[in-house]
């Protein structure tokens, strides 16, 4: 059983930082890429940024410059630090990983519970 939780979510205002954390435990043979999703109401999932295990980083444009992804291999653990934060960023933020629960498995997706970012104007 694979578990993701995420932490560091909150209410900032406009211009603001806050740091996301999500760790992964369980029974995991192997992470190959870790991320963070977010979800505003109303609106359809979107990737944030992610990162593999090689140290390959995608961002979406709206956050270049802004965000920054890191991963610690050894702790199974991917953060966020959201610097420059603007209302638009509001949303639940999801971790997710594409890993391998054993060593000849095919990999697999798993979600976190989700973390509120609330930026004010």
């Known amino acids: 059983q694979v578990q993701l939780v995420e932490s560091g979510g909150g209410l900032v205002q406009a211009g603001g930082s806050l740091r996301l954390s999500c760790v992964a435990s369980g029974s995991i043979f192997s992470i190959n890429v870790m991320g963070w999703y977010r979800q505003a109401p109303g609106k359809q999932r979107e990737l944030v940024a992610h990162?593999?295990?090689?140290?390959?980083?995608n961002y979406r444009d709206s956050v270049k410059g802004r965000f920054t992804i890191s991963r610690d291999n050894a702790k199974n653990t991917v953060y966020l630090q959201m610097n420059s934060l603007k209302p638009e960023d509001t949303a639940v933020y999801y971790c997710?990983?594409?890993?391998?629960?054993?060593?000849?498995?095919?990999?697999?997706?798993?979600w976190g519970q989700g973390t509120q970012v609330t930026v004010s104007s």
């Open positions: 990162i593999t295990s090689g140290g390959s980083i």
């Open positions: 997710y990983a594409n890993l391998r629960t054993m060593r000849y498995r095919s990999s697999d997706d798993y």
